[in-house]
């Protein structure tokens, strides 16, 4: 059985996160470009370690 709740990865997560930092940009205290980036990076944190789990253990999605 497979978790279906997005993750910042997921683009339905992305969305969510993009939408809900630029309605209380202004209650949180952030500028656009810091709602932005927090986007931006938290995506390729993501990306990065998906990228360190499959280089450092590709049987984990090698199927037999």
């Known amino acids: ?3 279906s709740a997005p993750t910042p990865a997921h683009p339905q997560g992305l ?3 993009s939408l809900v930092l ?3 940009r202004e209650t949180l205290g952030l500028s656009f470009d810091q709602c ?3 986007v931006v990076l938290s ?3 993501m990306h990065y370690l998906h990228d360190h789990v499959l280089f450092t253990q590709p ?3 090698l199927t037999k």
């Open 36 to 38: 932005y980036y927090v």
């Open 15 to 17: 969305a969510t996160q």
């Open 43 to 45: 995506f390729l944190l």
């Open 1 to 3: 059985m497979t978790n």
């Open 59 to 61: 049987e984990a999605i």
């Open 22 to 24: 630029l309605l209380f």
